[in-house]
DNA sequence: AGTTAAGCGAGACGGTACGTCGTGTCTTGTG
DNA sequence: CACAAGACACGACGTACCGTCTCGCTTAACT
C-alpha cells in the first residue's frame, strides 16, 4: 500500500479525499455540538430547543453549527441518529420469541427516555423541507432493519407464507406500537404486546 | 330573546342563563378565525401559522383570538377539528367488507389534502402541553369510533374471538395506515389495505 | 378654542393630529431609551453602543427602538440633539465681548463632556445615509443660531462691513474651534479664543 | 547585496541588518492589501470595509493583513496616508497669493474624492485607540506643513505681524474649510477661499 | 542537500451585534 | 364587556465581521 503521496495527485488512487485547503474541521466541535443537542432535547425537548442554546451549551459559535447544519431539523436528524445504538434482534428459531424479546428491549428503551417528541418534531419538518424527509427515511428504515431481519429469516424457514409481503408485515407490527406512541397514549407494555402478536401471527 | 348560552349549558339550572354583563362575544369572529386559520393551514402548514397573520386575514385583532383559545396549539386543534365530517362506517355484515369500504373512503380522504402536517404538530405540542394532549386524546378516540364499532358488531356476530382485545385490534388496523402516513412515505392504497386486511383478520 | 373633535374629520382645523387608531406609543419609552443611550455614550462612546445594549438598559424591546427609529446612527442624533440646552448668545453691544462670553462657555461645556466621538460617528454615517445628512445639517444650523444672531446684530451695528458674508463669517468663527476639537487635538481654552478673535475681528 | 533593512534601521550599529530568520515578508502582498484597501473606501466607504473583503479582494490570508497591522484602523490610516502625494506650497512673494493658489489645487483634490468619509471615521477610532490617535495626529501635522511654510515665509518678510501665534493662524485657515466639509455641507469654490481670505488676512 | 523558521492562502473558531419576526399581554378609543 | 388596532417585553432567528487559530505549502537563509 502506498504511503500518502505528497504531491497533489498520484494519477493511479487518489482514494484519499484531496484535503480541502484552509484549516480542517474540528472535530470536538461536532461532538461538542451534538452532545448538547442531545443533552437540551432530553431536558427541554425539541421545541425548546434553540440554536442559541446549544451553541452556548457546547461552548461554540452559532456559525460554527451553521457551517455544519443548514438547519435547526438537519442537526436533531442527526443527533437523534447518531445515538443508534442499533437495537439487535435476537435469533431464537422461533419469530414469535424473537420479537417477544425484541419488543421487551423497545419497552424498556421507552421507559428511559421520556415522552420523545423529537420524532413529531420531525416529521413534520419533512413536510416541507425535502432534505429532513430523505433523512428521515433513512432513519426510518435504519430502526426496522432488525424486525426486517427476523421476518426474512422466519419466512425462509416457513413460520411465514411466502406470499406475504414483509413490508406490511412490518408495518403491522411497528404500526401500532408507533401509534400507541405518538397518538393515543395508550400503555406500551409485555400485555399489549402480546395481544398485538396474537392478533398478527 | 333567547340569550346565548356561552357555557354547555347543563339543562336543569341555569334557566336564566347567567347572561354575562357587557358586549356579548362575536359569532361572527369565530367563523372567521377559523376559516383564517384553515386557509393559512393549506396554504403553509402548522409550521408557517402565525397569530399575527390569522389576525390580519381574519381581520381581527390578536386579543379576540386569545379571549377564545389560549394558545396556537388550541386554535389548530379546534380548527382541524371542526371539519370532523365525521366518516361513517358501513353495516354490511361482513367485517371485512365493512372496513374495505371505510378504508377506501380514507383513501380518498388522504389523497385530497395533502401532507397533512398538522397533526405531527400537534403531537409534539401535546408533549408539553397537557390541555392538548387532552383533546388530541379526544380527537383521536373520535376518530376511532367508526372502527370501533365495527369491531363490536362484528365481535357480538362472532366473527371476531370473544377474548380479543379490541382496543389492540383498533390499534392494529389504524396503526399501520398512520405510520405509512407520518413516518415510511409508503403508499396508502387498496392493495396496501388488502394485504393489511389479510394479514390481521 | 374648539374642543377635540371625536369624529375622525372636523372639516375645518383637524390641527390635533387626528389620533391614529391602537395604542399609543408610551412616552415612557422615548425618555428611557433616550436616556439610555446618552448614558451609554458618556461611558463607551458611540463606538461601544449597541442597539441591545440600549434595549437592555432602558428595560425595553429591541423592536421599541426600531419603531422609533430607523438605525442606530438616527437614535444618536436625536439622542445628542435633545440635550440641547441651547447656549444663549449674550447682548453686551460689542461683538467681540458677545463672542468672548459665548465662547467661554462653550469651553465649559467642552471640557465637561470627554472626548465626543459622536460628532465623528455621525458625520461618518451622513456620507451614506442622506436621512442622516439632513437631519445632521438641521443640527449644526440650529447649533449656529447664537452666533448668528450676535453676527447680524454687529452688521446691524455696523460692526461688519456690509459686504461680509455672514455665512463665511460664522465658518471662520466656529471652524476653527471644530478643527482643533475633532482634528489636532489643540487645546481649546481662553487665549485660544482671544487669538481666534484676535485676527478675525 | 545588501538585505533590506525590515526594521527602521538605526544607522550605526546592526550593520548587518539583522535578517530575521525564516521567508521573508512579500512586498507584493503590501501592495496588494493597500490598492484593494483604497479601491473598497471608493466604492463603499470606510463604513462598509471589512477585513474580509479586503483579503478576498486582494488574494491575500486575512492572517497576512493582521501580521501588517495591529486593526483595521491601523490599515486605513495607512491606506489613506500612502497617498500623501503631498500637496506643495508655491512661493511667489505674496502670501495671499500663495494661498490662493495652494487652495485652489485642493479645492480640485476635494472634487474628484467623493465624500471622503474616511477622515471622520479615524477621528472616532482615535477616540479610543491611542495608537490612532498618534498616528492621526502625524498625519495632520503633514498635511498642515505647507501651510506652515507659507506662513513663515510671510512672517519673515513681515507680512504677518510677529505676535501672531501661527498655530492659531493655521486653526483659522484651515479649520473653516474642514467645517464645511464635515459639517455644514457647503460648497468650497473660489469665492469661498476668496471671502475666507479676505476676512483673515 | 537538509534543516529551520517564518510567510502564505484558505478557512474554521468563539464571540458580538445586527435587524426581523412571532408570542402572549397590555392599553387605547369606539361600539 | 367586546372589538380593531397596535404597542410592549421577551427571545430566537440566520447573517456578517472581528481578531485568532490551525492546516499544508512555499520560500529563503543557515547549517
Chains 1, 2, 3, 4 share one sequence.
Request: a neutral charge.
Amino acid at each position: 500500500m502506498a504511503p500518502p503521496a505528497t504531491s497533489p495527485a498520484s494519477p493511479t488512487n487518489d482514494v484519499r479525499p484531496t484535503r480541502r485547503p484552509g484549516r480542517p474541521r474540528d472535530a470536538r466541535c461536532d461532538h461538542a455540538i451534538l452532545q448538547a443537542t442531545l443533552d437540551m432535547l432530553v431536558e427541554g425537548g425539541a421545541a425548546n430547543l434553540s440554536i442559541d442554546g446549544v451553541a452556548a451549551r457546547a461552548g461554540v459559535g452559532k456559525a460554527t453549527i451553521y457551517r455544519r447544519w443548514s438547519s435547526r431539523e438537519a442537526l436533531l436528524l442527526e443527533a437523534i441518529g447518531s445515538d443508534t445504538t442499533m437495537m439487535d434482534m435476537p435469533d431464537t428459531g422461533s419469530l414469535r420469541t424473537d420479537l417477544e424479546v425484541y419488543f421487551d428491549g423497545l419497552i424498556e428503551r421507552f421507559a428511559k427516555s421520556g415522552g420523545s417528541d423529537v420524532l413529531p418534531h420531525l416529521i413534520e419538518a419533512a413536510c416541507y423541507d425535502a432534505e429532513v424527509r430523505g433523512s428521515l427515511d433513512e432513519y426510518v428504515a435504519k430502526r426496522q432493519t432488525p424486525v426486517r431481519t427476523a421476518l426474512q429469516r422466519a419466512q425462509q424457514r416457513g413460520e411465514i407464507a411466502p406470499g406475504i409481503d414483509l413490508k406490511v408485515m412490518i408495518d403491522v407490527l411497528v404500526g401500532p406500537v408507533i401509534y400507541r406512541r405518538l397518538l393515543t397514549g395508550g400503555r406500551i407494555d409485555r400485555p399489549f404486546i402480546r395481544k398485538l402478536l396474537d392478533i398478527v401471527l
